[in-house]
């Protein structure tokens, strides 16, 4: 490692103008340094992709003889900020027109990535994933767009309803020439001439059961529920079939003018059992009395586009973290709420695994 060659990433702004400072720019934060005798600007300067970390120090040391430790403190430094990186990368598993469509996507990993680890790899893990979303509805037709650009590899798509012309004020996959198609076909078409190197499975079918939740979801990564449909035992069969199958998945809805997001790892992080679990009795009577009656609203619901945009761009942003290691999901244990509102987004509910829960619990081992 200490011969490897380290540069400056390239999302780094140095900014040099003051000769007695020095101010870096990175993910908007601005970091700032009093550089009274010009020896960090000089470290900087050897953050170029031509020196390793030997031949930094060796330099530093051989120009400031006085501060024998500085260039490792400053290597950490920069180190621990995730600011430099290996020159060049290692090698890539990627083709050349893949290296080109996503090198936004991993100069983007790489903002994140410590020294070391290939950006590439995480592209490749997408490339390579099996994602299933249930439902081609405002929230999938979103989800399915940002999943083909993002650069999932294997899509399972799954709905059973057609295109109507009130669709189009969210439905962004469909245009007015779809009218009357079924959703799950259109969808795909679309989506395979957006990307045309996706396999896209397309299923035509109205989720009756646990079981049919089960026989999709089989051998995928990593579940994007975004049916409604039954609203309240769609969660629940979800929930027992990834659970069973041991397939995380991510689960989100809209109500009005507030959108809601949650993420489960069974085995990991709390299911909706467990979540249900920690509930006080209020609640649950709530839930019962709800599941009972099944009240929905009478047609048509309300929905605005804008806002299942925003509550799909989340989703897809906690679909690579729990496709990848790039960081810790975010909606694990905890409910988030989307407020048209206000704009933000906020915990609204949280729980943690029920090593009792019958349905996550048992499945243990
Ligand atoms: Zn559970």
Same mark, same amino acid.
């Given at each position: ?16 103008k003051n000769p007695k400072r020095l101010a870096l720019r990175f993910c908007s ?48 430094t920069v180190n621990e900020l995730k600011l430099i990186e290996f020159h060049p ?132 990564? %990593? /579940?994007?529920?975004? $049916?409604?449909?039954?609203?309240? !035992?769609? =969660?629940?069969? @979800? ?67 804008? %806002? /299942?945009?925003?509550? $799909?761009?989340?989703?897809?942003? !906690?679909? =690579?973290?729990? @496709? ?42």
């Amino acid at each position: 490692m200490e011969d490897m060659k380290v540069r400056l990433k390239s999302t780094v702004l140095l900014y040099k103008k003051n000769p007695k400072r020095l101010a870096l720019r990175f993910c908007s934060e601005i970091i700032d340094f009093d550089d009274e005798i010009g020896d960090i600007r000089f470290f900087f300067d050897l953050l170029n992709g031509q020196h390793s970390v030997k031949q930094i120090i060796e330099a530093y040391s051989e120009r400031y003889p006085h501060y024998p430790d500085k260039a490792q403190t400053y290597l950490d430094t920069v180190n621990e900020l995730k600011l430099i990186e290996f020159h060049p990368q290692d090698s890539s598993p990627l083709t050349h027109k893949q290296k080109e469509r996503f090198s936004r996507n991993f100069e983007f990993f790489n903002s994140i990535l410590p020294i070391g680890m290939n950006k590439y790899e995480i592209q490749n893990t997408l490339l390579d994933s099996q994602v299933v979303v249930l439902g081609c509805g405002g929230l999938g037709s979103h989800i399915i767009l940002e999943l083909a650009a993002l650069g999932i590899g294997n899509l399972t798509i799954v709905d059973f309803d057609k295109i109507e012309l009130s669709n189009l004020n969210r439905q962004i996959l469909y245009k007015e020439t779809d009218i009357g198609k079924k959703k799950v076909f259109v969808a795909r078409d679309n989506i395979m001439q957006f990307n045309s190197k996706i396999k896209v499975n397309a299923i035509e079918k109205k989720i009756e059961s646990p079981a049919d939740v089960t026989k999709i979801i089989k051998g995928h990564d %990593l /579940v994007i529920c975004v $049916a409604d449909k039954p609203r309240n !035992e769609m =969660v629940n069969w @979800l929930n027992a079939a990834c659970c069973t199958e041991k397939i995380p998945y991510i689960n989100g809805g809209l109500d009005i003018r507030k959108a809601v997001f949650y993420s489960v790892i069974p085995g990991e992080t709390g299911c909706t059992e467990c979540w249900k679990s920690s509930l006080t009795e209020e609640k649950r009577k709530f839930i019962d009395e709800d599941n009972i009656t099944a009240n929905d609203y009478i047609a048509p619901a309300p929905a605005l586009s804008a %806002l /299942v945009s925003i509550t $799909a761009g989340a989703m897809v942003c !906690e679909t =690579v973290k729990l @496709l990848t290691d790039l960081q810790y999901a975010s909606l694990t244990n905890n409910l988030k709420t989307f407020s048209f509102d206000d704009l933000t987004i906020t915990t609204t509910e949280q729980w943690t695994i029920n090593p009792e829960c019958t349905c996550c619990g048992l499945n243990e081992g």
